[in-house]
C-alpha cells in the first residue's frame, strides 16, 4: 500500500501600485494545503486487503506520544461531515491511488509522526470481519490494527509551493498471517514516508526460465504459479561481504541473522503479465539514487517476522546495480545467462 500527501501552497497576487506594507502582507504565502490518498503494492497471496479509516494524526514535538494530542484530521463526506472509508488497498496498484482527505490546510515545521487511524479493525483473531478484513485464497480472514493505530515515521512540511510524500506499505512487511493462518495483522513495520518530489520508477519481468533455474528452486517450482518467486530491491550498491537478505523485522525476530546482513528496501513478488505474457515485477515512488536489485527462485518466506536463510540472488548472477532518475521509470529485465 502507498499513502500519497500532496502539499501545495498557493500564493497572493500583487496589486500594481500597492505600497509595501500592502506588498509585504499579500507576499506573505497562505498556510499549505495537504492532500492524503492510498494507493498499494501486492503482497504473495492474498486478493483483497480491506482497512476502514477514520482519520490522520499529526504530532510535533510538543505533542506527547502516548495521549491523543496532536492535529486529527478527518475524513470527511460529501457535505463535510466526519464519516469512515473502506477501502480495498489493492484496487489502487501500479501507481493508482485514492485521495481520502483532500487539501487540509497544515503549517509548515517538523512532525514527529504520522499516525493513520483506523475503525472497527478486530484486536484478536476470534474478532469480527465487518470493517477489516483480508481475502486469502478465496477465505474472508479479519484483518488487526495495533489499537486501531498505524503509527509512522516522522515528516517536514516547508513553505515551497508543492510538496508531494508518498507513505508506502510494503504488504511483504507489514502484513503477516497469525492464529495458525485464521486472520492477519497489519503492522507499522515496513512503512516508510518518502518525499515524492523526487522520485522515480523500476519494472521489468524475469525470463521464465529462471523460475526454476536456481539452487532448490525446481523442488517448489509449481507449473502457472509465481510463488517463491520474489524480486528484491537494496538501497545502494551492495559492497563485497555484504548478504542480500529477505524481509524481516528487527524488533521481533527472535532468531539469528548475518551481522553483515542487509534489509530489503522493498520486495515484490511476480506477477504474471498476460498481455506481454511474462512474469513482471515494479517499484515506484523510489527516490532518486542507486539501488540493487536481485531475483531469487527460492523465497518461500514462512514468516515476515523471521530472518529465514533465503538465497538472494538465485540464480547468483541475477542481480544488478540501477540508478533511479526523477520521473523516469526505469526498466531493468531479469535474462536467462
Not at 550498491?237 to 548478504?243: H, N, V
Amino acid at each position: 500500500m502507498r499513502l500519497l500527501i500532496t502539499v501545495l501552497m498557493s500564493f497572493s497576487l500583487i496589486s500594481c501600485g500597492g505600497s509595501s506594507s500592502e506588498e509585504d502582507e499579500l507576499n506573505t504565502p497562505a498556510t499549505p494545503l495537504v492532500s492524503f490518498a492510498i494507493a498499494d503494492a501486492p503482497a504473495d497471496s492474498v486478493t483483497s486487503v480491506n482497512v476502514t479509516f477514520s482519520s490522520i494524526t499529526l504530532k510535533s514535538t510538543s505533542d506527547d506520544e502516548d495521549d491523543e494530542s496532536g492535529i486529527n484530521i478527518p475524513i470527511l463526506d460529501d457535505d463535510g461531515n466526519p464519516t469512515t472509508q473502506t477501502i480495498d488497498v489493492m484496487d489502487y496498484q501500479n501507481g493508482e491511488e485514492l485521495i481520502i482527505i483532500e487539501n487540509f490546510e497544515l503549517a509548515a515545521g517538523d512532525y514527529t509522526s504520522l499516525i493513520l487511524n483506523t475503525s472497527g479493525c478486530p484486536q484478536n483473531p476470534n474478532g469480527s470481519d465487518e470493517f477489516c478484513w483480508v481475502i486469502d485464497n478465496g477465505t474472508r480472514k479479519p484483518l488487526k490494527t495495533p489499537s486501531n493505530k498505524l503509527k509512522l515515521g516522522s515528516f517536514s512540511v516547508s513553505g515551497e509551493e508543492q510538496q508531494i510524500y508518498t507513505i508506502e506499505f510494503n504488504l511483504r512487511s507489514s502484513l503477516t498471517s497469525t492464529a495458525g493462518g485464521s486472520a492477519f495483522n497489519l503492522k507499522p513495520h515496513g512503512i516508510r514516508i518518502v518525499e515524492s518530489t523526487e522520485v522515480g520508477a523500476v519494472h521489468g519481468s524475469v525470463d521464465a526460465n529462471l523460475l526454476s533455474a536456481g539452487e532448490g528452486c525446481e523442488s517448489n517450482f509449481l507449473e502457472n504459479t509465481d510463488h517463491g518467486k520474489v524480486v528484491y530491491l537494496y538501497q545502494g550498491e551492495m559492497a563485497e561481504g555484504l548478504i542480500l537478505v529477505d524481509e524481516f523485522d528487527p524488533d521481533e525476530a527472535e532468531n539469528s541473522r548475518p551481522e553483515n546482513a542487509v534489509k530489503p528496501y522493498g520486495s515484490d513478488a511476480l506477477s504474471f503479465d498476460v498481455n506481454t505474457n511474462s512474469y513482471v515485477y515494479s517499484f515506484s515512488h523510489l527516490p532518486t539514487g542507486n539501488y540493487t536489485v536481485a531475483f531469487s527462485c527460492s523465497a518461500i518466506d514462512d514468516s515476515a517476522n523471521e530472518y529465514d536463510s533465503i538465497v538472494i540472488a538465485n540464480p547468483e548472477v541475477q542481480v544488478h546495480t540501477v540508478t533511479i532518475e526523477k520521473n523516469i521509470d526505469l526498466t531493468q529485465n531479469f535474462i536467462e545467462e
